[in-house]
Structures are given as structure tokens and as C-alpha cells.
């Protein structure tokens, strides 16, 4: 066995910083549960220092203007909720209480941002996962309902979009993929 | 850049604080999940200034009057109960602790009187949205047993009362009503 | 003793409704810790029902402004923070994570704006409190460093913002004072 | 093996529930740091069954009447405040969150209960006790504050009420201790 | 309406302290789910001032005795338990971490006799009752799983015993019923 | 009062320090549900001395060889995972979060060697015990998802793996085992 | 570097199974903070197996009886307590709430021990070493108050006891101490 | 409305990528404080995404093989400690719990590493400064202690090793200092 720092972790994600450009945002739109689409990771190593790796994330004001197109999709609606925006760590990084959303919609927000972020799918999309893993469920941090969508850079998830608060988990996510939709205009 | 806070954001409650008297609370009696219901929200515009909204609440006085008949209602029935009045932003304003009452009741009051006020229903009806929504008991602070009424103006949801320690949770709902009820004498 | 419900407590800030408009909004600018600005509060009686109360909140679209506003400021500054808004409950209402901010930002930000909106003055004015009364700060949820401002209606606390991340207090406190000075235009 | 239940364990408090009559609750009058009066305590050896023992609490009704007196003597000179009460057990039986009062009064109320209770002083006295033991106020559920006063029988504390909102902890203190006097009405 | 303070609050368990003996101690033994039993409560009123109450408690000698009985029979089975002694309040007053105990057994047996005490019947019981009511099991601090006995007098719960790290929660309900038992010996 | 020391109790588990060995380490192979496997222990009575009991652990050294295996053999199959090694008291001994995992892995794979090393199975095994116990899930601290593999000396579990962030529970506990069998070469 | 498993960590105590006897526990008796003193622990390489350690102990039997002796010493002086004894890994073995101990006592009795056998000293002495380093007291699970004490073999910390209560910490070190030489009997 | 992302916010920190190369890694070598210091961050804009920026961080293997050094520093000087290391978002990456190290070094650890990533600077010196700023130890998730240092690209933090349960803080920060170090070899 080489040393730890030695050995060279090929990454499977290659090329990420050349290629980006407007309009590789959204959520997934295939076959969720692809154990191909899950490992892609929006990390690469850094060519120049083998110590290093670089992670790909969402400016503030993207996640600022995410959130706020969400709001304005449930708005329209005329729906009352709370919209979380969460990174790939799955630390939040915007937050916006709607007027009048009720008490229980903050951390639910909070928390399907997450559970999105983690298997990178929409939360509509996992809760059909639990007939065949029920206790999918019981990771801290997470909450299987729908209104979570992932925002992904060549398939991989760098952050997610949560909503709470609107009648259904449905409605819910319909306002969290305007979200990841306003990151593409 | 266009200010956020130029745009009017319409709210669908108007005319609030202008009508409402004695006799407009009581607990949900029609359909408690329908969409319409739920939207409603006990806050609306400031019209003297666009960055303000006006949330209704209960006084700590009406708080405690309702807590308290709710505890003489358990009492009547010979059941030793704790008593939880929550606002619409999920705090606790009032609670009693009644003599007798099990070690597991505190909280559950709590939580049942916000899982009330977060939906807008009493939580015997809540309990049977888990039929199609199961994962919604798996948001923080909920509690799907009944127990819990929500206490209402002009429909929407401004406090909730949660009762726990009964054998049934019928009968700790039966207690939560006569406490709204108290807030119609 | 009359019945708890009919006693009329006497609000002491009144007509609030009535005469809000531009230019009300600021942080304290005399003497923060005068007892009368201390016990003024941004709720009043519900005129038209003996058990009901208005409390007067930023709506969302305002918070958003002002926290927006509050990074725009660090950012000329050259500064990497955390924002948040929260009410006068203490629940936060928005959150921006700037770009870079320390991972320690985030939570510090919340606080200090609890800590601002809980006694209405800026969170560097109050760190003197603490002269007199050191134990203030083991108040949980609170944090005794500058970077903490309250928003202000006739000055009542309504909501407060709270910065975090910059090399000192003093300067948090500065961007979260533009952030208030943003809701006057 | 010798049944360690066997033993007799002598407890210093007699004959409590004989003498207890109206008059006899009342906030420490004296030196409060005695250690004659911090080992009283409200428990006696039940005379009937060796391994039981009676615990003297207050009834919520009378809970209940001293958090309303508190709040009451609060009103009277403007402040707005939350009362707790808690038993001997630092569990809390009654809350009261006032009309506008700040959003750190509730946790610091219970609090500044457990508090007094923990050590059967007032926390006015309490706070004093830190000059010479410092590291008392880490210990967890502690606030040492002005605002608790214990509720006593025959000088062993059977509760306490915590008062927080007040500009002072000295404001707070007085509510508290017009709400144990409340009791020997 | 009278006074909170001067209603008289008859409870239903009289006489408590005059007929207390050896040999009261017990298990459920009958049908544990039966209202009658589950509103009993431990508690009098005090006759000597209408403010107080008699709480009864197993002496801490009671308790290291029966919990010391409960892991002597775990021994003798060739089983590491780890058992929780909790009283009325659902507070912890002995546990002993058996040699070898699985690490997940401290808080089980803690939440088993809390759950125990809470519904006055043994937690096997309990968790039948979860069939026509499932979501009892998410009221926090509680766990349905064998292994809680609770200790009655005269049928009404004063505190409970947990046991877990058996294979079975039958066979820790059967160590923790003879530490019930060593109580009336 | 006869010595509660002195009492002699015999551990079933002999000779343990005396003919460990490599190639003594393993996963559970056979019938994980056995209670015999169950009640073994890691821990032995010192002979010198009536108090003390001697307690195997792995070394530090020894953990992060078996973390680092298993996070090579995740890597060799392409996957981005997390590994936690726990002790046999459930407390974590090494951590590492491998490159892309998802932010929901490090407390799922803390978790699941928590529950291996609790029962003594591996997780997928457990899996199973819910079909007729499904409470032991609601246990603090455990994940019954596949991916928890123990560390056993001669069938008593000293520590385990845990391993989370694969598409399937079934690889991660693959990568346990490998991290498990590098303890043997 | 070579293997990270095959480097051979040599631990400083060695023979610490061969020459344990009655009389080795005791409090620390000289200079508390000596580095020398700190740095020794009870445990030592497996000679059989190099990947194992051996962990020292007190058994169940032993805690027991360490805190019943405590107890038993408070009461001779009567004083109300509750004690706790933790294994060199802070987890707690045993506790025993006194009748009629403050309800502050026992999370302080449990961090007391935390802390003694954190430093393997008697809090008391621990006390003064914040004199140089007072963020000591910052460290999670601590608490810096008089009333721990350590159980020691060879010096090495192998378990402490944590007392509080009693109006001072020296008095409750003191019941602490009487605890721990009751293992020597 | 201008979108809120077509502003372009220009990071201070560029050509990050390029020119990373060995020996770029240390502690803080000059003036802790400096605010020029403090504002660099490890963090770019994407040149070819208007959303996106590029955030560095220490491969998992790099983190190791750091711990690991660190583990050996202690090892050699005959120190019992535990080592981590976090990202610079906090997380915690990779945890080494030393053999016989204190229950208390665990998260003690993480909170240096925490602390030093935060303010960019090794905790000895940040310290130094609670003389003008006492309450920045009142921020979640710190400690101010000696033994955490910065691991630096260019000057900005991407991670911090934190090490607990030497004598002093000065000795532990030798040990993570040494970590950071091996990271240019």
C-alpha cells in the first residue's frame, strides 16, 4: 500500500469548470433512481496540488434569485410557504419565510432542500424509493414529502430548492422546480 | 435593479381587522383539507405602508381563558390533562400542567396544538391526511394524535388549543373545543 | 377579580395602524437603554374584539429588501457575511450565507439579531449592558457582539438584522444598518 | 445480602403536612445563602410504607393564580413580561407569555424558576453567590438573573415563578414575588 | 366564574397516605388499558391548605433496591441489561449500566419505564395499543418496546422500571417486573 | 450489609486475552438473531482485582486501517461513501467523509455501526428483526439501513463499520466487510 | 511511513493487569496538574493481538457500591445529593438521585464526574487551573465546580464520582471521596 | 426587475487554480489579525457560469494523511490525544480518537479545528482575542483554546486541524501544526 497521500483518486466527474454554461440547470428529468446519475459528484480534483479538490457551487445571488423566483411561482399560486435553498453540503444558504406560511413550513423547507440535495432527485421522486427502503426515512436531516428539487451542473447536485406550506407536496415542488428553472433564463 | 419590496404582493384575506366580533371563533367544522382553507392567513397588508403586514393573535388573556376552561372541562370528565395554547408562528403562550397529569403530556400538548395551527384543522382530522401523506408526521414539532383544535377568525387559523393525558384522544380534543368555545361566550 | 377574559388591558402604544409610512424605519439613535423605549412594543388591541391583538411585521418582500441591501454593503466593503432577518418573535424570517463567509457566520448572524430585536437596540449598545449585568448573556439564543440592528416602527421593535463574518463588530453593525436604512427609501 | 431498603433513612423535615395553613408561602426573607435553609426540604418519609415518601407541590389552580397575580403586577407598571412557574422538580406547570413581550422572556422565565428553586432563593440573592463560585451559572437550565423567587412551605421550596421582560431583573423580582404573595391570600 | 384559586378541585384518589402497606406494590395485572385505572394518579390534595398537593414517590433506597433486584435477575439469566429507575414525572432516580450492556441500552431502558409510568402499564401492553393508535409512539421521550414495568399504589402509577439489552423486550419486561416485585418483599 | 462487590459475577465470556489472534475478526456469518451471539461480551472480569473489569477495544491504528480499506474498496467500486468506526460503546473512533459524499452520510454511517455494534449484526441482518419488533428502530442513535458491519473477537463485538452515501445499503455493507477482513490480514 | 497497521504504538503504562489489589483507588493525593500524572491511562496493549487494547473498568457491582457510600455520607451529614460515577469514557454507569435533592443536581453531578475523570483530578483542584486557562470550562460536558472526584489505578483514571447538592461543592467532594474509598474496603 | 444575478460580485481572491502548487500549506505564520487576512477566502467565480463559483478543499486523502501526522506528533512526545480536521465549511472530514485519550478531546477537537478554519488563524492566538472582544467565545460551535490551526491556500483557510487531550493547548497545537506541515511534503 502507497501512502495515503500518494495515491491518485480519479474522480469520475472530469471537464466540470470547462463546459458550464447557462442553461445545464434542472432538475432531473430521467430516471432518478440511476446509480449512475447518483455517484456523479460536483467535485474534481485540482490538476495543480494533488491535496486539492475543487467543489462547484451556486453564487448567493443565484440561490437569492432561485429562492425568490420560487416565492414568486407560489405566489401566482396564491400560496403561502417557505422556501429553503441548501448547498451540496447541505448547509442553507437562502431562506425566505412567506407572509403568512405557517409555523411547521421553515424547518420543512429546510429539510427537503436536503433530502433532494443527498440523493439528487426531487423529493416527489424519493418518497416512491421508501417502498423498497423504508427507513430511507430515518437519516437525520431529512423528510420525505414532496417539494424538494435538486439543481444540478451535468447532472450532478450542487444545491436544492425546498418549499413548504402550500396544500400539497405537488404544489410544493412545482414552485421549487420554477426555482431551479429561473438559474437556466 | 427594480426593488423587491416595490412589487404588491396581493393578499388573499382583506378586510380583517374590520369585522371581527364576538362569535367568529370556533373550530374547523366543514371540510378541514380543503385547499381554499388553507391558504387563509390571519395577517394582511398594512395599507399605510408597503413593507408592514398586521398578524392577528390572541391576547395572553383570551390565552388563559380558553386554557382554562379547557383544564375545567377535563376536570368535569374526571380526566387529568396539561393544557398548550400556541400562536399561529407555533410558540407557546400559555400552558397548564394539570395535577396529575402524565410526564409525556407537556409536550404532547404542545405539539398537538401545533400540528393544529400549522394546518388549520382540528388534529383528529390531520391523523387522516396520513393515509396519503404518511412522511407528514416526520416534520419537526408535529404530533398526529387528537388533541388539538385550532382556534379561528373568519376561518383562518390565528392560535391553536392541544390537550393531552385523556385515554383517547377524542376525549382530549373534546376538552380542546370547549376551550375554543370559551372564546365565543 | 373579574373573569380573566373581561379585563381591558390598556396597550401603551397606540393608533400604530394608522399613521406608519416612509422614513419611520431606523435603528436607535439616543439612548438605548431607556426603559421607555424598552417597554414600547409593536402590537395594539383589536378594537373591534376584546381578545384579539394586531402585531406588526416586516413582510417578506422587505426583508428580503433589507437583506439584500445589507450584503450589497459588505460587498462594497469587501467584506464575506452572513445575513439575517428575523421578527419580533425571534424567528427568522430570511437568511442570505454570502459567498465566503466563515462557517461560523451563519448561526452568529441569527443571534445577533434576536439579541437586537429582544431588547431593541443595537447588539453594540448592548454589549455595555453587560457591564452591569454580565449574566444577560446566558440568555439562550442571544450574542453579545456587535452586528445586530433593530428595525424600528415609532420605536417599537419589529424586526431586527443581524451580520456576521466581517474582522469586526462595528462593521457587521454598518451593513446592518444600511440594511435598515434601505426599508426608508 | 442485607436489603438496602431496610435501612432508615431519617429525613429532617417533620411533621409538614400537619401545620401547612394559609400564611405560610413567602418569598426568603433572610439570609439566603444559610445552609439551614437549603437543606430543608418539602419531602417526608411516608409513615405507612417504608419505601414511599410524600412530595408537597402546588395544586395548578394555585399555580395558575400566582402566574396571573405576577402578570397582573407587571400590567400595573407597564411592563410586559412572561411568567413561568415551576415545581421543586424544575419541571414547569404554568406559562404566560404577556402581550409584546420580547422573545427571550420565555426560555429566561423558566429559567430564572429553576433557578430559584434549584437553590430556594431569590436569583437576586442568587446572582451574589457568583462572586465567590463563579462557574454556578454553567450548570445546565440556570439563568442568574433577577426575576426568580421561590414559593416556599415552612422555608422549603415547593416552586418557584420566574418573571422576565422588564428592563430590570429588580422589576422582574417584584412581579415574581407579588405573584408568591398571591398565595397567602 | 369564581376565582381560579378558590375552586375546590376534588380529586378522585382519596385516602392515599392513611392505607399504604406492604404488598401494594404491583404490576398491572388486569386489563391495563382501562380508562379507570389510567386516571388514577398519585396525588391528593393537601386538606391542611388548598393550595397543596401530596405527591407520593418511592424513596431513592426503594428504588436502588428494586433496581439492583432487576439486574440481579438479568444476571441470573446470563443477560446484559442496562435499568432505569424513573418516577411519576418521568424523571431518572437510579440506573445501572450493566457489565457488557450494549451501548443502545442506557436511553431504552430510560424511555422504556418513562413510556411505562406514562400509561401506567406495562410497555408489552403499550404496544398493542399502538395497533389502533399508531402514531402514540412518535410523542417524544416515549419507546413501545417490552421491557417497562410499572410501580403502582393502589393502582395508580409512582413511578416505573426499564430494562433493555436482552434479546427479547419479553425478557427484559420479565427482570424488570422482579425488581417490581422485590418492593413488596 | 453484605458487600454489593463481593458478590461474584461470572462472565461468559473466558480467556479472552489469551488466545486472540489474527484471523479472529469477522462479520457475523451465521444466524445473526442467536441469542447465545448476543449475550456475548468484550469484557472480563479482572482476576486482581474484584472491581475492575477489563474491556477490548481496537487501537486507533487498527480502526483507521479497517476505515481506510473500506473507503478503498468504495472507491474501487466507483462510489463516493462516508466510514465511521465506532467502539463497542458506541462512541466514534474514526471518521472519514470521502470525497462527493452526500451531506447525508457522515450521521448515517455513525448510526449504522452504532446499531451493528449494538446488536452485534450486520445492519442488513437487522434489517430483518423489524418484521416482528418494528419499535427497535425508534432506539436513539440507531439507522436500520444495510451498511453496519461489527468487528468481533472470537463472537463478541469490539467495535463496527459503518458506511453510507452508496446507491444500495447491500454496497455500502460490502465496503464494511472489506474494511472488516483488513483487521484480519 | 510504513503501514499505518503495522506500526507498534507503545503505551506508557504497562502491567497494569498484573499487579492491581485492593487498595490502589484513591483521589488524587498530590499535584494535580502535573503533566506526568495526566498523561497516564488505563489501558495497554493486547500483547496477543496488535490490533487490540485493554480497557480498565470498574464493574456495576463496584459503581454501585461507590455511590451508594456516597450517599450514605451525605446523609450522615445531612445533606440532600445526588451522585453519579462515569467510566473513563463519560458515560455514566450509575446514578442515584437523593430524596429531596435540588433538581439542578443531577446533570451537575453527572458533568462533575465528566470533568474529573476528563482530567483525572478532583474538580476542586481542576477549579484553580482556570486561572491560566479559563476557557477551560468552555469544553462540552464539564462542569467546573468542586464535588468530582477520580477512581484511579495506578494513577491512571479509570472511572470518577460527581456529587451536587449540598450547599458547598467542597462538602459534596467530600461525599464524593467517601464514595471512592469505599473501594478500597 | 434586473435580475439579482447578472450583477457581478468580484471576489477578491483570484487565479486560485493556477498556481497551487507544494508548499503552499501552513499555519499563520504572521499577523493573525490582519483583516486583509482575515477577508481572503478560497473561493472563486466560475468564468464560465455567471452562477457558480469554485470552492477548494482538501481531498479526503490529504485530510487523512494530515490527522495521521498529527497522531504521530503526539505519539512521539508521548501524548494521549484526538485529532480532527474540518473543511471550511465546519465540517468535520476525518476524526482519530487517540488511544486513552479523555472523553472530553473529542469534540473538544472539532471545535478548535472549527474555531481556527473560522478566523483563519491558530486558536492561540485567536485567544489573544477575547482581551477586546470577550463574547466571541459565545459563538456556536467554538473554542477558544490553544490547538487548532489553519490549513491555507495562498492565505485563505480551506481547512483546520484541531487536537485535544495534551497538558496544555500549546502542546496540542504543536501536534496539529505538525498535521498542516506534513500536508507540503
Redesign the interface.
Given at each position: 500500500?502507497k501512502?495515503?497521500?500518494t495515491?491518485t483518486?480519479v474522480?469520475?466527474v472530469t471537464a466540470l469548470?470547462?463546459?458550464?454554461?447557462?442553461g445545464?440547470?434542472g432538475a432531473v428529468s430521467a430516471n432518478a433512481?440511476a446509480?449512475a446519475a447518483?455517484?456523479r459528484?460536483?467535485?474534481q480534483?485540482?490538476l495543480?496540488?494533488?491535496?486539492?479538490?475543487?467543489?462547484?457551487?451556486?453564487?448567493?445571488?443565484?440561490a437569492?434569485?432561485a429562492a425568490?423566483a420560487t416565492?414568486d411561482a407560489a405566489?401566482k399560486a396564491?400560496?403561502?410557504v417557505t422556501v429553503a435553498v441548501v448547498d451540496?453540503?447541505?448547509?442553507?444558504?437562502?431562506?425566505?419565510?412567506?407572509?403568512?406560511a405557517?409555523?411547521?413550513?421553515?424547518?420543512?423547507a429546510e429539510?427537503k432542500a436536503?433530502?433532494a440535495?443527498?440523493?439528487?432527485a426531487p423529493t416527489s421522486e424519493l418518497?416512491k424509493r421508501?417502498e423498497s427502503?423504508p427507513?430511507?426515512?430515518?437519516?437525520?436531516?431529512?423528510?420525505?414529502?414532496g417539494g424538494g428539487a435538486p439543481v444540478q451542473?451535468k447532472g450532478a447536485p450542487?444545491a436544492a430548492i425546498g418549499v413548504a406550506g402550500?396544500?400539497s407536496?405537488a404544489q410544493d415542488e412545482e414552485f421549487a422546480k420554477a426555482g431551479v428553472a429561473a438559474?437556466s433564463?
Amino acid at each position: 500500500m502507497k501512502k495515503i497521500s500518494t495515491r491518485t483518486r480519479v474522480l469520475t466527474v472530469t471537464a466540470l469548470a470547462t463546459a458550464l454554461g447557462a442553461g445545464t440547470f434542472g432538475a432531473v428529468s430521467a430516471n432518478a433512481s440511476a446509480p449512475a446519475a447518483e455517484t456523479r459528484a460536483a467535485v474534481q480534483k485540482d490538476l495543480s496540488n494533488k491535496h486539492l479538490q475543487q467543489n462547484t457551487r451556486l453564487t448567493v445571488d443565484a440561490a437569492a434569485k432561485a429562492a425568490q423566483a420560487t416565492l414568486d411561482a407560489a405566489e401566482k399560486a396564491g400560496q403561502r410557504v417557505t422556501v429553503a435553498v441548501v448547498d451540496r453540503d447541505g448547509k442553507t444558504v437562502v431562506t425566505l419565510r412567506g407572509d403568512g406560511a405557517g409555523p411547521q413550513s421553515y424547518e420543512s423547507a429546510e429539510r427537503k432542500a436536503f433530502t433532494a440535495v443527498s440523493w439528487n432527485a426531487p423529493t416527489s421522486e424519493l418518497v416512491k424509493r421508501l417502498e423498497s427502503t423504508p427507513n430511507l426515512k430515518d437519516i437525520p436531516g431529512t423528510l420525505f414529502l414532496g417539494g424538494g428539487a435538486p439543481v444540478q451542473v451535468k447532472g450532478a447536485p450542487i444545491a436544492a430548492i425546498g418549499v413548504a406550506g402550500a396544500p400539497s407536496g405537488a404544489q410544493d415542488e412545482e414552485f421549487a422546480k420554477a426555482g431551479v428553472a429561473a438559474l437556466s433564463r
